[in-house]
């Protein structure tokens, strides 16, 4: 005999297993998988190689367009979380059982980590410029690196930065179905998370979608 599960428990067991999904998703994309043969790894090697090759050639005009660009990115989607946390707590305003309360505790935390890493994203972008002004000296001498090399970490920095964000942002949109069906919000946390960590640890470089 199947155990019943009430409405409650299954909202507190969508929930748990969320809140693991997205502690794996971000254990997946954490540094520490940038070496050896994954996707993580692969892609950060083709952007440092890009930013060095840019700088070594001179080509610093096509570099600062990129910038000036993923900066008008960033920023953009960081005011678009701004207001989409108005509005959530807006909505939400009026909750009072304990669910609902840890429903926009979840989504508020969510979003919180994504404005930070957007942030994070955009401190780096602003500051590659002066990077550029830099004597290589003083770059060699404080980071041990060449002026090439330091650039190409703070973009490929960056790239994590913005990556976290997003990822937060699918999450935000699968929180949203809780509130309509919690085996189908489960499900899709559980195929979010599996396509995150496919992207992150497989051999090809997965730069496509998924």
């Known amino acids: 005999m199947v155990p019943y ?22 254990f997946t994309s954490s540094k520490r998988f940038k070496t050896g043969h994954t996707a993580r790894a692969v892609r950060s090697e083709y952007r440092k190689s890009w930013a060095a090759f840019m700088i070594k050639n001179g080509d610093h005009r096509a570099l600062l367009d990129f ?3 993923k900066i008008t990115v ?5 005011g678009g979380f701004v207001i989409g946390f108005g509005l ?6 009026g ?8 429903h926009l505790l979840f989504i508020i935390t969510i979003m919180a980590y994504a404005v930070f890493y957007l942030l994070i994203d955009i401190r780096a972008l602003t500051y590659i410029p002066i990077i550029f002004g830099a004597d290589e000296s003083l770059i060699k001498k404080h980071e041990n690196l060449s002026k090439g090399e330091y650039t190409a970490k703070l973009i490929d920095n960056s790239y994590d ?7 937060s942002l699918f999450y935000i949109i ?24 496919r992207r992150d640890l497989s051999g090809k470089s997965r730069i496509e979608i998924f």
């Open 88 to 93: 959530v707590v807006n909505a939400f305003a």
């Open 74 to 78: 960033s920023t953009t989607l960081l």
């Open 161 to 167: 930065d913005f990556a976290s964000a997003i990822r």
């Open 5 to 26: 599960i009430s409405n409650l428990d299954l909202s507190i067991l969508s929930l748990i297993i969320f809140a693991v999904c997205f502690f794996i998703t971000t």
């Open 67 to 69: 910038l000036r660009n």
């Open 95 to 102: 909750t009072t059982t304990v669910i609902g309360g840890l």
């Open 174 to 197: 699968a929180l949203m179905v809780f509130s309509f069906d919690k085996l189908l919000f489960i499900a899709v946390t559980i195929l979010l998370t599996f396509l995150f960590v």
